[in-house]
C-alpha cells in the first residue's frame, strides 16, 4: 500500500504570498476554485492503493484549516491526518520526525509533496518508473525542465541520460548547473529514513564539537534538499523522472494567477465539468473559466479567459474579468473591469472602477520559461505585479461630482 | 439707431443702420499646434467648442453687437477655412475677409497688413485674439470705449495667478492703463489681458508693416500717452488653445449657459450636472453623463458608459462600460468597450481604442489604432 505526505509549512514561511497568506493559510489559497493542496490530495487518490493522506506542517490548527480536513475527507473518501511540527523542521525533518506515523500499516514507497507547486502530477508514471527501475527499490524525483537562466532559482538536477539516476545535486546554484530542476515532488520507500537519520547524526555531532551557544540551532532541522539529495546524489540510489507536464511554483500571488490559468486549463481536458459554460440568460464566458456555484452573476458580464469567482461572489451588471482570482465574498458592482488581479475576501469593487495588475506570467515564446519570483522592489521601486486587495477593502467608485 | 440688436429673419440677419456698422480683426494665427492632433484635420477656427465651431461663437456675437465686416487675419491660408467662411458670409449676412501674412507679423503686425481694410470706415474696430472664450462684451466694449473717447480700450480680466501672464495696471475709477508689466516676481495686479480690444482707425498710424508684439511695442506707448483704457470683463475668461484649458473652457462655458440658456442644456435620468447633447446624438441605457460634458451631433454613446467633464466630438462612438473623465475625443473615433481614459486624453480624427485599455493624458494622432495601455502621459503617433 502507498501512502502520500504533503509539506504544507506554516506561517513563517510563505512571505511572498502577503497579504493573501495573512487571512488564509497558503496551502488554502484558493486556485482553480479550490484550495491549493486539493489539487495535490486529487492527484494522490488516482493512485491505486493510497491508503492514506498525511499533512505536515506548522501551522496551529485553525478552523480553516480543520475545515477543510473534514470536507477533503468527505469529498475524497480517504483518511487524510494534520501532523503538526513542533517547530520548523525542515523538509526532511518533518518527515523524519513523524515516519512512525508514516510507516504505520507499512506502505512499500510513499509521495512527498511540496504544497506550493502546480503540477499535473504524474504520480502513476512515477510509481511505474520506479518500477521499471526493479530492486532495490530507488527513490524517484520528479524533475521538469527550465532554461538556464531560471534553474539557478531551484534545485538543479544533473542525471546519467540512459539510467536517470541522480549524479549530482545543487540547490540555487550560483552558476549553471543543469536545465533540470527539482519539482518538489518525491516517491520515497521506507529507506530513506535511514539517510535522513544519517544526516541527523552527523548534524549533531556537529553541532556538539562547535559547542555552539546558539541555543536555538537545531540538529532536527532537516532539508531534503541541501543535506539529503546532496549525499545520495551518484550512489545509486536517487534517480530523476522527467516530466513536460506543466509544472509552476507559487510562491508570490502573481504566481497564483499563473496556476489559476494553468489549473482551469487542465479542467478543461479532464473535468470539462467544473467549468463555466455559455447559456442564454447567462454571462458570456470567454476561454476557461470557473465560477463556485453559490456565486452570482449578471448576464450582461463578460468573464474569462483565466478566471475563477469564489464562493458567493457577486458580479454585476456590465462588469469585465480577465485573467484573474475573485475570493469568497467580493462584489463587483456595475460596469467595473478587473483585469490581472486578485480581489481578496468581501472586498467591494465600486461602480466603473478598474483594477489593473501586471501580469508576471513566463516568457510564452520559450516553452522551459518559469515564473520569475521578482524581488518585491527593484532599485527603490515596487516593483509592478498583479493587484491584490486584501481582506473587506471597499474600493470606492470614482470621485463623484 | 445705435446700439439696437439686429433682427434676424429666417436665415439672414439685417443690419440696424449701416453708419453704426463695426469692423473687427481676429487674430486667427496659423496651424494651431498647441491644439493638436485636432488641429492636424481641422484649421482651428472650425474645431468645435460646445458643438459649435470656435470661430463662430465670436462671428455671431460681433454681429449681435453690430459689426459687418470680419476680417480675418491668417497665417496660412486654407480652403477649408475659406469655403466654411464664405458659408458663414451667407448665413450671418456679414462680409468676411482673409487677410494673409506671408511672414510672420507678431501681434501687432497684421493689423498693417489689413490697414486698407480696417480705414475704410472712420468707426473703431475690434481686434480679438482668436482663442479666447468668455460672455463677450462687444456691445459694452464699445460703450466704454466711447465713453473715454480715447485711442484705445482693452478687455482685462482677474485671474488667480497672473505672474503666468502679463499684467495691466491701472486706475480703478476710469480703467486708465498706467503700464503693463510683463510675469511679475511681485503682486502688482491681478488683471490681465484678456485679448479682447477696440481701436480708433488712428491707431494704424503706430504699427509699421513688420514683426511687432502689441503688448510690447505699442500698448506701453500709447499708456504712456494715456491713450490707453481697461474695461473689467464680468463673468467667466478662457483661452481655449490647448485641450487643457479647452476643457476648464467647456465648463465655464456650460455653466454660463445654464445661468443664461438653460434650456439648451439636456436633463433627464443618468445625467448630471451641465450637459449639452446634439439631437442626433444617441445615449444608451444605464449611462451616467456629466457634469460638464459635449457631446456632438451623430455621437453614439453604448450602454453603461460613465462620461464626465468631456468633449465628445461629431460622429464618434462610445462603446459599453467604458468611463471618460477630462478628455477630448476626436470626430469619427470609436473607443472600445471597459476603456478607461482620463487626465487630459486627447484622441484625433479617426482613432480606434481597443477594449478594456487605460489611456492617462494620451495624445493620439489622427487615424491611429490603439492597442496597448498608455499608463503614463505620452503623445502616439
Same mark, same amino acid.
Given at each position: 500500500m502507498l501512502k502520500a505526505v504533503i509539506l504544507i509549512g506554516g506561517p513563517q514561511k510563505g512571505t511572498r504570498f502577503r497579504p493573501l497568506s495573512f487571512e488564509v493559510p497558503k496551502p488554502l489559497f484558493p486556485v482553480a476554485g479550490v484550495p491549493m493542496i486539493q489539487h495535490h490530495i486529487e492527484a494522490c487518490t488516482k493512485v491505486p492503493n493510497m491508503k492514506e493522506i498525511l499533512l505536515v506542517g506548522f501551522y496551529q490548527p485553525t478552523e480553516a484549516l480543520s475545515r477543510f480536513l473534514v470536507s477533503a475527507q468527505q469529498e475524497f473518501k480517504i483518511p487524510i491526518r494534520y501532523l503538526q511540527e513542533y517547530a520548523a523542521l525542515g523538509t526532511g525533518g518533518g518527515i523524519y520526525h513523524f515516519r512512525d506515523q508514516i510507516l504505520s500499516g507499512g506502505p512499500e514507497a510513499f509521495f512527498v509533496l511540496n504544497a506550493d507547486v502546480c503540477s499535473e502530477f504524474p504520480l502513476p508514471e512515477m510509481l511505474a518508473f520506479q518500477q521499471q527501475r526493479g530492486d532495490p527499490p530507488s527513490f524517484v524525483m520528479l524533475g521538469t525542465t527550465a532554461n538556464r537562466k531560471q534553474s539557478l532559482n531551484y534545485g538543479c538536477i544533473v542525471a546519467n541520460t540512459d539510467t536517470c539516476e541522480v549524479l549530482h545535486y545543487v540547490e540555487k546554484p550560483s552558476t549553471f548547473v543543469s536545465e533540470i530542476i527539482n519539482c518538489g515532488i518525491y516517491l520515497f520507500t521506507?529507506?530513506?529514513?535511514?539517510?535522513?537519520?544519517?544526516?541527523?547524526?552527523?548534524?549533531?555531532? $556537529?553541532?556538539?564539537?562547535? $559547542?555552539?551557544? #546558539?541555543?536555538?540551532?537545531?540538529?532536527e532541522v532537516i532539508r531534503l534538499e541541501q543535506d539529503v539529495f546532496t549525499a545520495?546524489?551518484?550512489?545509486?540510489?536517487?534517480?530523476?523522472?522527467?516530466?513536460?507536464?506543466?509544472?509552476?511554483?507559487?510562491?508570490?500571488?502573481?504566481?497564483?494567477?499563473?496556476? #489559476?490559468?494553468?489549473?482551469?486549463?487542465?479542467?478543461?481536458?479532464?473535468?470539462?465539468?467544473?467549468?463555466?459554460?455559455?447559456?442564454?440568460?447567462?454571462?458570456?464566458?470567454?476561454?476557461?473559466?470557473?465560477?463556485?456555484?453559490?456565486?452570482?452573476?449578471?448576464?450582461?458580464?463578460?468573464?474569462?479567459?483565466?478566471?475563477?469567482?469564489?464562493?458567493?461572489?457577486?458580479?454585476?451588471?456590465?462588469?469585465?474579468?480577465?485573467?484573474?482570482?475573485?475570493?469568497?465574498?467580493?462584489?463587483?458592482?456595475?460596469?467595473?473591469?478587473v483585469l490581472h488581479s486578485i480581489v481578496g475576501w468581501d472586498s467591494t469593487i465600486g461602480r466603473w472602477a478598474r483594477v489593473e495588475g501586471t501580469p508576471s506570467d513566463p516568457n510564452p515564446n520559450d516553452p522551459y520559461a518559469k515564473i520569475d519570483s521578482e524581488t518585491l522592489f527593484r532599485d527603490g521601486r515596487l516593483t509592478p505585479s498583479i493587484t491584490i486587495l486584501g481582506r473587506s477593502d471597499p474600493?470606492?467608485?470614482?470621485p463623484s461630482p | 439707431g445705435a446700439g439696437a440688436a439686429p433682427q434676424r429673419t429666417g436665415l439672414t440677419w439685417r443690419l440696424p443702420s449701416p453708419h453704426s456698422a463695426m469692423k473687427a480683426l481676429i487674430l486667427v494665427g496659423g496651424y494651431g499646434t498647441r491644439l493638436r492632433p485636432l488641429t492636424l484635420s481641422t484649421p482651428k477656427p472650425l474645431v468645435e467648442f460646445c458643438n459649435k465651431p470656435m470661430l463662430l461663437h465670436q462671428l455671431e456675437a460681433l454681429r449681435q453687437a453690430g459689426v459687418d465686416h470680419v476680417i480675418l487675419a491668417v497665417s496660412y491660408m486654407s480652403e477649408v477655412l475659406e469655403g466654411a467662411m464664405r458659408e458663414q458670409e451667407q448665413r450671418l449676412g456679414i462680409r468676411i475677409s482673409l487677410s494673409h501674412e506671408k511672414e510672420p507679423l507678431g501681434t501687432a503686425g497684421p493689423l498693417a497688413l489689413a490697414r486698407e481694410l480696417l480705414a475704410e470706415t472712420s468707426e473703431p474696430f475690434f481686434v480679438l485674439n482668436s482663442d479666447v472664450i468668455c460672455d463677450f462684451p462687444f456691445t459694452d466694449m464699445v460703450r466704454f470705449h466711447k465713453h473715454h473717447g480715447k485711442e484705445g480700450s482693452i478687455v482685462v480680466t482677474k485671474v488667480e495667478e497672473p505672474s503666468k501672464y502679463g499684467v495691466v495696471v491701472c486706475e480703478a475709477e476710469t480703467g486708465r492703463i498706467h503700464r503693463f508689466v510683463e510675469k511679475p516676481q511681485v503682486f502688482v495686479s491681478n488683471k490681465i489681458n484678456a485679448g479682447m480690444y477696440i481701436f480708433n482707425p488712428s491707431l494704424l498710424h503706430r504699427i509699421q508693416l513688420r514683426p511687432t508684439s502689441i503688448e510690447k511695442e505699442i500698448f506701453p506707448v500709447m499708456a504712456q500717452d494715456g491713450e490707453l483704457y481697461a474695461m473689467e470683463l464680468q463673468g467667466f475668461w478662457m483661452d481655449i488653445g490647448q485641450p487643457k484649458d479647452f476643457l476648464t473652457g467647456m465648463c465655464m462655458f456650460l455653466q454660463s449657459l445654464r445661468v443664461r440658456h438653460p434650456e439648451r442644456l439636456h436633463a433627464g435620468p443618468g445625467f448630471v450636472g451641465n450637459?449639452?447633447?446634439? *439631437?442626433?446624438?444617441?445615449?444608451?441605457?444605464?449611462?451616467?453623463?456629466? *457634469?460638464?460634458?459635449?457631446?456632438?451631433?451623430?455621437?453614439? /454613446?453604448?450602454?453603461?458608459?460613465?462620461?464626465?467633464?468631456?468633449?465628445?466630438?461629431?460622429? @464618434?462612438?462610445?462603446? @459599453?462600460?467604458s468611463w471618460l473623465e477630462s478628455c477630448?475625443?476626436?470626430?469619427?473615433? @470609436?473607443?472600445?468597450?471597459?476603456?478607461?481614459?482620463?487626465?487630459?486624453?486627447?484622441?484625433?480624427?479617426?482613432?480606434? /481604442?481597443n477594449d478594456e485599455l487605460y489611456l492617462n493624458g494620451a495624445n493620439v494622432l489622427p487615424h491611429k489604432s490603439i492597442a496597448? @495601455?498608455? *499608463?503614463?502621459p505620452r503623445i502616439i503617433m
Open positions: 521506507p529507506a530513506v529514513f535511514q539517510h535522513i537519520g544519517e544526516v541527523f547524526q552527523s548534524t549533531q555531532r $556537529e553541532l556538539l564539537l562547535e $559547542e555552539s551557544t #546558539n541555543g536555538w540551532q537545531r540538529a545520495l546524489a551518484g550512489r545509486g540510489k536517487l534517480y530523476v523522472y522527467k516530466t513536460d507536464g506543466f509544472w509552476s511554483q507559487i510562491k508570490s500571488a502573481g504566481s497564483a494567477i499563473y496556476a #489559476n490559468r494553468l489549473y482551469l486549463s487542465q479542467y478543461s481536458q479532464c473535468h470539462p465539468e467544473r467549468l463555466a459554460r455559455n447559456s442564454p440568460g447567462g454571462p458570456t464566458i470567454r476561454g476557461n473559466v470557473y465560477i463556485h456555484p453559490t456565486a452570482s452573476v449578471d448576464r450582461s458580464a463578460v468573464l474569462g479567459p483565466n478566471v475563477s469567482i469564489g464562493k458567493g461572489v457577486t458580479v454585476g451588471a456590465g462588469v469585465r474579468v480577465r485573467e484573474s482570482i475573485i475570493l469568497h465574498g467580493a462584489s463587483l458592482q456595475d460596469h467595473t473591469c474600493l470606492p467608485p470614482p | 450637459v449639452l447633447v446634439d *439631437p442626433s446624438a444617441q445615449i444608451g441605457e444605464n449611462c451616467t453623463i456629466g *457634469p460638464n460634458v459635449t457631446i456632438g451631433a451623430g455621437v453614439v /454613446v453604448e450602454d453603461g458608459v460613465r462620461i464626465k467633464r468631456c468633449t465628445i466630438l461629431k460622429g @464618434s462612438r462610445i462603446r @459599453s462600460h477630448i475625443v476626436g470626430w469619427l473615433s @470609436s473607443v472600445g468597450q471597459w476603456v478607461r481614459m482620463e487626465n487630459v486624453t486627447v484622441l484625433g480624427e479617426d482613432v480606434i /481604442v496597448e @495601455s498608455v *499608463p503614463e
